[in-house]
């Protein structure tokens, strides 16, 4: 029966062919009763005896449980389903994509034939800084040859037994970081492999000169309440133990935590508190000097140098409990999608919102029940908003100086979960549910 093409949208079908080495051709069936042979490359079958078994099985040519342990994957077909964010590495040579059979690498000059750099999956990517490195769970790529980089020393912590929920290269690429499922999370060297150190953490996030890592976790003697803490990359000294749920770096060695409905901004060196909030952290401007806060219904924006208020971002937002908020990356923009979570896994009062660098609303959308946004990204020079239209599976571009609408896109078989632009600009990647959208196709 022909599938439909929403179908063949949604579910893609991995099929992979295996080979033996020296296979030889396969001994045709032999009707009666099973006896012993000893024809070369059979394997001999007899009564059942207490005689110990040979863990060294002939190949016979034929796939059977007894050989099955030495397949090896001959050709890989079909894409799988997608995973996490298609990522650009920094330079815009290489696009690569997770999937449910493994890691995918495009040339953006062609996006022809993608390469299958390993075929693990469920795990993050990370490009390194200057892209000549791919991080795929516990494995470096080289981008270029796409083979593994040898020198990594893993250890009993980080290898292939583990699954990975983070990873990431320091700002200036010398070193790089791998989390586990089990709280643990490693620093290698990237010049010669060798594991640094090793943490207690579940997330990862570097201070922008590389110096400290902040991490968060459910330490065992406090297993009901989330700790930050801080170290000292390069001696391996935890700094900072914090209860709370986020944080993230300020100028002048100094930290951002929320814990609760309580922000507060700590000194590093000695952990002592410099000003507290009531309220919740939103957002970090690109060069750190702002921040926003939801605070008593509203979206608040202060300087982060000497905490003086620049304003409150118009709009009301009685009830919000979930939001997401974000600055352009020239900071002149500020977006948000809100809602509140009502019973039983429901939303309501959904909003996106886009503000100027006065916290003036340029635009307001607002739907009462359901969620209006799936994601949404910035062009790379500001200028623009690409938003994915939950109710009409569509993707949207705006202009973020006047909120106008600039085109919609059309087509997608399902709501658009993801976007990736080029480092240019010039191009778009969008993936949907188990679906991707190559740009080469719709640029």
């Not at 390069?234 to 309580?262: K, M, Y």
């Not at 979206?299 to 971002?313: H, M, N, P, Q, V």
């Not at 739907?367 to 990204?377: A, K, R």
């Not at 623009?384 to 896109?409: C, H, K, R």
């Amino acid at each position: 029966m022909k599938k439909s093409s929403t179908w063949r949208a949604l579910l893609v079908f991995s099929v992979l062919f295996y080979f033996l080495a020296a296979c030889q051709p396969p001994m045709a069936a032999t009707p009666g009763p099973a006896r012993a042979t000893t024809s070369p490359g059979l394997i001999p079958t007899a009564a059942p005896t207490s005689s110990p078994v040979s863990t060294v099985v002939p190949f016979s040519g034929v796939i059977t449980s007894e050989n099955a342990g030495i397949l090896t994957v001959l050709k890989t077909f079909g894409m799988g389903s997608l995973r996490g964010e298609p990522q650009y590495s920094p330079d815009g040579q290489w696009l690569a994509v997770l999937t449910s059979t493994g890691v995918y690498l495009y040339d953006t000059a062609s996006y022809q034939s993608p390469r299958l750099l390993t075929n693990t999956s469920g795990e993050q990517l990370a490009f390194s800084p200057d892209g000549q490195l791919l991080a795929a769970g516990s494995k470096l790529i080289d981008t270029g040859s796409g083979q593994a980089w040898p020198k990594l020393q893993l250890g009993s912590n980080f290898d292939q037994n583990h699954y990975f929920v983070a990873s990431r290269f320091t700002p200036n690429g010398q070193q790089f970081a791998l989390a586990n499922g089990e709280a643990k999370i490693g620093l290698w060297n990237v010049s010669d492999g060798n594991l640094n150190n090793t943490f207690d953490g579940q997330t990862i996030r570097f201070s922008p000169d590389s110096r400290f890592l902040l991490t968060r976790i459910y330490p065992e003697a406090d297993t009901t309440k989330a700790h930050i803490y801080v170290y000292d990359i390069q001696t391996g000294e935890r700094l900072q133990d914090w209860r709370g749920e986020q944080g993230d770096f300020l100028p002048d060695s100094r930290v951002i935590l929320q814990s609760g409905q309580t922000v507060t901004a700590y000194e590093l060196a000695s952990g002592r508190p410099l000003r507290t909030f009531d309220g919740q952290f939103a957002a970090l401007a690109p060069d750190r000097k702002s921040l926003v806060l939801l605070t008593q219904d509203v979206f608040r924006r202060y300087s982060s140098a000497d905490w003086k208020s620049l304003g409150i971002l118009d709009g009301q937002f009685n009830g919000v409990n979930t939001f997401d908020v974000r600055f352009s990356p020239d900071g002149k923009t500020i977006v948000a999608t809100t809602s509140e979570s009502v019973c039983c896994g429901g939303t309501a009062n959904s909003a996106f919102s886009i503000w100027n660098s006065n916290g003036e609303l340029v635009k307001q959308i607002k739907q009462e029940y359901g969620l209006l946004v799936g994601t949404f990204n910035f062009s790379p020079d500001s200028r623009s908003l690409v938003v994915a239209n939950l109710p009409e599976a569509n993707l949207q571009i705006w202009s973020t100086s006047d909120g106008l609408l600039q085109t919609t896109l059309e087509g997608f078989s399902a709501p658009v979960m993801e976007l990736a632009f080029t480092p240019d600009g010039r191009e778009l990647a969008v993936s949907v549910y188990g679906n991707y959208q190559n740009p080469s196709e719709g640029r």
